[in-house]
């Protein structure tokens, strides 16, 4: 079993509508998530970042945290083209001091 | 932001020679750069984690002697894939950490290496 599970699509979904993206997790030492956003040949960015459960927004993104299911998602609302993207999940378990761990991302296209 | 290259952006080389792939961060300090590999339509894998001044540390799996790290100054690291062959050929991308306590890992743009 894999640390991290990720669908890896692909995804298309009309423009505006609402993205759901999720990863689940095995490592219950995790406490640290972030999604990364990786266009077609390029190195990821990183898009949110949130640390233990709870919920984070930043427009239009809204990432939340279930450590209680190992369950992470990330929210996209009025999805635009230029999100199309693959969409990265990553973990760590000590801030700073250890690797992070991917998902195998999602491929996410946005319909014009 | 804060920003990393990579050169060359894209290299083609025969079976049997050894390449150098060069990361830079330029407006920032680094005293770890990371380096991973990613075959098409799968996730980045850590090959090693490099610290100035220190030897690297490599993922189970990953040769060391295959693939050389050099992190000789805090906005440098190389990474030298040695006697390639075709199986190597992949999208190498690195990574670094602000020296100060950051949580963030900068990305390059990757270098897509094709042996052939």
């Known amino acids: 079993q894999k640390e991290v599970e990720q669908d890896p699509g692909p995804l298309s979904v009309p423009e505006g509508a609402i993205v759901s993206l999720n990863c689940t997790y095995s490592?219950?030492?995790?406490?640290?998530f972030m999604w990364y956003r990786q266009y077609s040949r390029k190195g990821p960015e990183l898009l949110m970042y949130t640390y233990s459960s709870g919920n984070k927004e930043d427009g239009r993104f809204t990432a939340q945290v279930d450590k209680s299911s190992k369950y992470i998602s990330l929210f996209i609302r009025d999805s635009q083209p230029s999100d199309s993207a693959t969409y990265l999940c990553?973990?760590?378990?000590?801030?700073?001091?250890?690797?992070?761990?991917f998902g195998t991302g999602t491929r996410l296209t946005i319909i014009p | 932001g804060a920003v990393v290259s990579q050169h060359p952006s894209r290299v083609i080389c025969k079976s049997g020679t050894s390449v150098k792939i060069e990361c830079r961060s330029l407006?920032?300090?680094?005293?770890?750069m990371f380096w991973y590999r990613q075959f098409p339509k799968q996730s980045l894998m850590l090959m090693a984690t490099s610290n100035e001044g220190s030897k690297a540390t490599y993922e189970q799996g990953v040769e060391k002697d295959k693939f050389l790290i050099n992190h000789a100054s805090l906005t440098l690291s190389t990474l030298t894939v040695t006697s390639a062959h075709p199986e190597d050929s992949s999208f190498y991308i690195c990574s670094a950490r602000e020296m100060a306590a950051s949580y963030e890992q900068y990305f390059g743009p990757g270098t897509r290496l094709t042996v052939t």
């Open positions: 490592n219950s030492a995790f406490q640290y």
């Open positions: 990553a973990m760590e378990s000590n801030f700073g001091n250890e690797k992070l761990t």
């Open positions: 407006d920032f300090q680094a005293t770890t």
